[in-house]
């Protein structure tokens, strides 16, 4: 598959932001170019924090009670007529104490009522107000989640038929009847290679159909395309590739059939012609499989006389000791110390890589990703890494070892880098561990 072309890998579902492809946080003796990020914060979260939900009600005044000032009488010359309660015997007829101690607890239920009407109106008025007033909390739309991926079966009711050898792309004859929506990982042949773990650099190809249209999917076999490479088990792709190949072994062959839940979601994938609702089926052979610390292995063949000579130390950061009075070089000079067998690195590849890096003055190592447990990925020729890197391993195949002799005008020039000081000529030791499309 060329840069060009979609990739049905895409990018994971459960976390579509974050890539996990690729965990080495440094580069090689150091960054080359700062990258910067932008972050972009939703408008939901910014009227929470600036304060801008519904106002709270406001606290009520407190209301005094009114007093009458009018004087009380205690004594008096003059006599009290008689008088009934009802106030009957007077002349016009008079309320009596009993009509007042009626009015007065009239008086007081009406007022004690119009409070409470006033109250409950003003209340529901408050509330009618609060709901005229959207809550943005509970009027924004719901956040779309990802539909869960089913559990991964190794069989189903009905299944593709697959035809063709490991290697080659495959004839995928797709069913009459409709998928159950399982989602299916069967080995057609089972590889000896390594066991693919989580986190293990995994390479693969695959042939793609559209279930539901019959229509091809874009495949690595492809116009000269590439091999998919990513980390296994980490979300860095679609489950449909990313979960399937988790336990399985190098140079084995998968049938996969994958429900929309496993592969691009209830969005789809338009630019592919892939419905929201469509399974997919893949055919994926496994090529390659190595862990975070791997290392290449082979037959030696030391370095000539002029180049620092370079001792293996497994897994650890290899020996590299200087020549004596060797004079600083002006060009990039390498040597291959193990010949793989594997296709050769073209530019704009991503590759895979184990790397110790020390000074040509002295040895001393400066950087290593074997001391990390952790193999570095980068694209060749893409500008990430210094030129001697990108011009040193173009055209190297998978599964050497390289030498490096880098000038400083390849390297970090006259400003150094961390513990690589100014003009500095560096020797880099390169395991390169696979290389395809990422």
């Given amino acids: ?200 650099w995994t390479s693969v190809d695959y042939t793609a159909k559209d279930w539901n249209t019959g229509k091809d999917i874009p495949s690595s076999y492809d116009n000269n395309g590439k091999p998919q490479i990513f980390q296994a088990g980490t979300d860095a792709l679609i489950p449909a590739l990313d979960q399937a190949v988790v336990g399985k072994k190098a140079g084995s062959r998968l049938l996969v059939v994958a429900p929309p839940a496993a592969a691009f979601g209830s969005q789809g994938k338009p630019d592919m012609s892939i419905g929201a609702k469509d399974d997919l089926i893949f055919v994926i052979d496994v090529r390659n499989a190595n862990a975070p610390d791997a290392v290449v292995s082979g037959t030696v063949t030391p370095p000539p006389a002029d180049f620092p000579q370079v001792k293996d130390n497994g897994k650890k950061p290899a020996d590299i000791t200087p020549v004596a009075g060797a004079k600083d070089p002006t060009e990039l000079k390498t040597h291959v110390l193990i010949k793989g067998t594997g296709p050769a690195v073209e530019k704009g590849e991503k590759v895979v890589v184990q790397y110790t890096g020390a000074l040509f003055k002295d040895g001393k190592v400066f950087d290593s990703s074997l001391s990390k447990g952790q193999a570095f990925s980068f694209p060749v020729g893409g500008g990430q890494v210094i030129q001697g890197w990108d011009q040193g391993l173009v055209g190297q195949t998978v599964g050497s070892r390289v030498e490096l002799v880098i000038p400083a005008s390849l390297g970090y020039g006259d400003k150094g880098q961390g513990d690589i000081p100014p003009g500095a000529t560096l020797v880099f030791v390169v395991d390169i561990l696979d290389a395809g499309q990422g």
């Fill in 1 to 200: 598959m060329t840069e060009k072309t979609p990739s049905p890998g895409g990018a994971g579902t459960a976390a579509n932001d974050s890539s996990a492809g690729d965990p080495a946080a440094s580069r090689p003796g150091g960054p080359v170019a700062g990258d910067r990020e932008s972050i972009v914060v939703p408008p939901a979260i910014l009227a929470q924090q600036a304060g801008w939900a519904q106002p709270g009600e406001k606290s009520r005044a407190a209301g005094g009670t009114t007093t009458d000032d009018a004087p009380q009488i205690f004594a008096s010359n003059v006599r009290k007529a008689d008088s009934s309660e009802a106030g009957y015997d007077e002349n016009p007829p008079s309320v009596g104490r009993l009509g007042v101690i009626l009015g007065t607890v009239l008086a007081v239920l009406l007022v004690g009522s119009g409070i409470t009407l006033y109250l409950v109106n003003k209340d529901d008025s408050k509330d009618s107000a609060a709901a005229a007033k959207p809550d943005a909390a509970k009027t924004a739309p719901p956040t779309p989640s990802a539909e869960p991926v089913p559990p991964i079966k190794d069989s189903a009711k009905v299944l593709p038929t697959v035809t063709g050898d490991f290697g080659k792309k495959a004839d995928i004859q797709v069913p009459g009847d409709k998928s159950d929506g399982s989602f299916v990982v069967k080995v057609l042949s089972e590889g000896t290679g390594p066991k693919v773990d989580k986190n293990s």
